[in-house]
């Protein structure tokens, strides 16, 4: 070999260093390399509203970005965490001319289970989009969207309940998404990959 050149790792060092890779986003150290390299989902209880009932938030936010988009249920369930990535996630990044490789999740029954029965888990298989889990008892280490739960429940819903009485999931989920397009939009990030922009323009800089 030329001195000079880089070596050329072997197929088992190759997947030595991506087996490393996905112990680390499991273990909450997350490693990302471009906008949909990496989304991370979780379940979020919002609350209990009179006359409406348990209210639960599915998150999804791209790792790289920080683009997030959240959807409101009256449950949790596989089927919910598909109708997520099916109605917002994987029809945003087909807009946006990217695709989404691969998802972190806990590992609640909305998310792992038999995949010839289990509504998420079809739906990843049917889209191609690779899943990683969380180690087991140890949910928070999917730290991105802890810290994302954190900021909206003192940002909007502590806020929201406040000033508005809420009849519906629907009326709800309006204010929720206008927070969300703030959050994307108008909202700077300090973050590893965002140095000052907003999540969205953060996207778009390094989408290609």
Not at 25 to 44: A, K, M, N, R, S
Not at 53 to 69: E, L, N
């Amino acid at each position: 070999m030329a001195q000079g050149n880089s070596p050329v790792l072997t197929e088992s060092q190759v997947q030595a260093l991506e087996r490393r890779k996905l112990e680390k986003q499991v273990e909450g150290e997350i490693e990302t390399e471009h906008p949909g390299y990496l989304g991370c989902q979780d379940t979020y209880y919002v609350g209990t509203i009179k006359g409406v009932g348990r209210i639960y938030q599915q998150t999804f936010i791209d790792s790289y970005s920080k683009v997030a988009m959240a959807k409101l249920y009256d449950r949790k369930n596989a089927l919910v965490a598909a109708d997520m990535l099916n109605d917002k996630v994987v029809p945003w990044f087909e807009e946006e001319g990217v695709r989404l490789l691969r998802i972190l999740t806990d590992r609640g029954t909305e998310y792992c289970g038999n995949r010839e029965h289990h509504e998420f888990q079809l739906f990843l298989a049917l889209e191609d989009i690779d899943h990683s889990k969380t180690r087991a008892r140890h949910p928070q280490s999917n730290g991105i969207c802890e810290r994302f739960h954190r900021t909206i429940q003192d940002e909007f819903y502590a806020i929201a309940f406040r000033k508005k009485i809420y009849n519906s999931i629907e009326d709800l989920q309006k204010d929720l998404d206008q927070w969300i397009d703030s959050y994307n939009y108008e909202r700077t990030h300090q973050g590893k990959y965002c140095f000052g922009k907003t999540p969205f323009q953060t996207f778009l800089d390094t989408k290609d």
